[in-house]
Structure formats: structure tokens, C-alpha cells
């Protein structure tokens, strides 16, 4: 099966669509969708994990991308797909990215300077200070759908979430989950009623 490439526009669209989401504790998402295609059509599915869209080498592990995959698929089933690998009316790409950010916070008027997460400059001049360090994780799952046929992405969705050791450690069946249903909240085909034998 053919693996698809992470296409540069969209890399720059998501992007900037990051510097618009405001800092929280609750998963950010950015989505978007071909308003042409008829997601109707979709039958079947494969998903990919794509190790060509890594950032700076961060990949996530093999216990995560399980889970993540995992969850796709189930959202696909609960919308009535069924997973066909050799021949998929779309493919699902999926891959992570791990940022740190390091902010450093000045308080008096002694002359120093300090750089956050997008680049701002801050600058105080003489008289004592005194400064504290933070460092903070976020992160990133960014979902991608092809059409098989027609080799174009048709519905794409990222979401950023700040992350911590504990969350890593212990929550993390439940911290994807919310994150992929949130990121699945506006996907065109909505969830079915499944029933129960």
C-alpha cells in the first residue's frame, strides 16, 4: 500500500494554526475538510502511522501509537467503515510531535532579556531582580485523510494538548481517547448506533 506524503501547504497552514490556539489544560483542534468531496461514499479504511512527518526526530512511542491508532480505528467503526488494508477507499495518516518550551520570568528592574515559545523579547534595566524558570510540554497528534483514488488529502485534524508525567504515565488510554473523540467531533460522518449481540 502506497504511503502518502504530508503535503507543504497544509504543513504551513497547521502551522499557523497553531499560533492562534490559546494556552489551556483542555485538547486545542484545528480541523479542516475538502467541502467538495462526498464523504458518503466512504466505505472502507486503512490507517498509517507516516514516520516521513516526524519533528526533529520526536517520535512517539510504540505503546502510544497503538493507542492512537487504536482509537481511529474505532471512531471509523463507530461511523460504520470497516478496515480494509490492501485496498482502502481513504487512508487515515497519523503522526506525533513531542515541543518543550522554556519560559523564564523577571521580577525588579535589573537589564535582562528572555525569549517564550513564539519568540517575544522582554528587557528590564538596573535594580535587583530575581527570575523563575518554567518548562512546559505540549503535545501534538495530526491526523490526515487521503482518498485513495483520487491521491488528495479530503479531511485533515490537528490537536494540542499540554502533556506532563503523570498524564504520560498513567492516563494515557484516556488522555488519546479524549483527544481523538474531540478531534472527531466535527468530522463529516457522525457516529452510528452500534448494537450489541
Not at 479542516?32 to 512517539?60: H, Q
Not at 495518516?93 to 528592574?109: D, L, P, V
Amino acid at each position: 500500500m502506497k504511503k502518502r506524503i504530508f503535503n507543504n501547504r497544509i504543513a504551513v497552514f497547521l502551522l499557523s494554526a497553531m499560533f492562534a490556539l490559546t494556552s489551556c489544560s483542555s485538547t486545542k483542534v484545528v480541523t479542516d475538510k475538502n467541502t467538495t468531496y462526498d464523504f458518503n461514499e466512504m466505505e472502507t479504511y486503512a490507517v498509517v502511522y507516516d514516520f516521513d512527518n516526524l519533528s526533529n526526530g520526536t517520535e512517539v512511542n510504540n505503546l502510544n501509537k497503538k493507542r492512537i491508532e487504536k482509537s481511529l480505528m474505532e471512531q471509523m467503526e463507530f461511523r460504520g467503515l470497516e478496515l480494509d488494508e490492501e485496498n482502502p477507499d481513504v487512508i487515515i495518516n497519523f503522526y506525533t510531535r513531542i515541543e518543550s518550551e522554556q519560559n523564564i520570568y523577571t521580577n525588579g528592574s535589573a537589564f535582562g532579556t528572555g525569549y517564550g515559545r513564539w519568540g517575544y523579547r522582554g528587557m528590564n534595566v538596573s535594580g535587583s531582580t530575581s527570575s523563575s524558570v518554567s518548562t512546559s510540554t505540549n503535545g501534538f497528534i495530526i491526523v490526515e485523510m487521503y482518498d485513495s483514488n483520487l491521491d488528495e488529502i479530503v479531511w485533515y485534524s490537528l490537536g494540542e494538548k499540554n502533556i506532563n508525567e503523570k498524564t504520560v504515565s498513567t492516563k494515557a488510554d484516556k488522555e488519546i481517547n479524549n483527544a481523538i473523540d474531540k478531534m472527531m467531533e466535527d468530522f463529516p460522518l457522525q457516529k452510528q448506533i452500534i448494537a450489541k449481540n
